[in-house]
């Protein structure tokens, strides 16, 4: 599929000198930078540390409790 990008001079130059440099084109080196920076992004996936600590969960009494109930137990009620 044939696409047009407009490029800054500076970097075009780059490109080609690096591409003679390589023995290849310009078009394969621009694709190749393309294909790395995808497979480099969908390699990054959003996790967060397992910060889980050792216990049997809430106490019996909070068991079923709503979180508002649990905040206030911990916090205090609204207006107190």
Known sequence: MKTTF???EPL???VQALAK???TTSKSLVEQALRRL???Q???TFSLPD???DGDGLRPE???ASWETIRDAAYG???Q
Do not use: A, H, M, T
Request: glycine share 12%.
């Open 6 to 8: 407009d490029l800054p």
């Open 12 to 14: 075009l130059r780059d």
């Open 21 to 23: 440099q390589r023995g």
């Open 38 to 40: 995808i497979e480099e």
């Open 42 to 44: 969908q390699g990054k």
């Open 51 to 53: 910060l889980s600590v």
């Open 62 to 64: 909070f068991k079923d």
């Open 77 to 79: 009620s609204p207006g």
